[in-house]
């Protein structure tokens, strides 16, 4: 049963991974529709990454062939994001965010910029992040860097 009309959730995306892909899901089974923003390359750059990341199409593509593997396109809205807040300070009809441990600090911030807008806050969901083989948190900076894989399987021993 699904708990709201429309839920959000961002992120960079790149190197689409397990994480990622549960972040994902679990915006879907509490959305009936979900908008999706995603990084722009410019915003990328502001954020300071400890690694390269994969173009803005790149990243897109990738997001447009999951959802569709995943039979999901029909509900989802992707849209360019320019900074951490987006549409969700301004869209009176986003009802939920679903952010990770790692990025729920933007969320409370996001709810608070909503109320100077007079707008009802955000039901915040936070997931966990996704442990990889060696229990630490999957992430496109440790796939980068070639110690794990996109499921979160070691690639060398440390």
Request: hydrophobic share 35%; proline share 4%; with cysteine.
């Amino acid at each position: 049963m699904k708990k709201f009309r429309k839920a959000a959730v961002g992120g960079t995306f790149d190197e689409l991974h397990k994480g990622h892909r549960h972040l994902l899901v679990k915006a879907f089974e509490i959305g009936e529709n979900v908008l999706i923003g995603l990084c722009t390359d410019e915003f990328v750059k502001k954020m300071g990454k400890p690694h390269m990341t994969a173009s803005y199409e790149a990243r897109l593509k990738e997001l447009q062939a999951f959802l569709k593997k995943s039979s999901l396109s029909d509900k989802a809205e992707i849209i360019p994001l320019n900074n951490p807040y987006g549409k969700t300070i301004t869209d009176k009809c986003i009802e939920a965010l679903v952010v990770s441990e790692e990025t729920e600090k933007i969320a409370v911030k996001i709810n608070q910029k909503r109320s100077e807008a007079q707008l009802p806050p955000l039901e915040i969901v936070t997931i966990r992040m996704v442990p990889a083989e060696n229990y630490k948190p999957i992430s496109t900076t440790r796939i980068r860097k070639g110690e794990i894989d996109r499921e979160g399987h070691l690639l060398k021993n440390l």
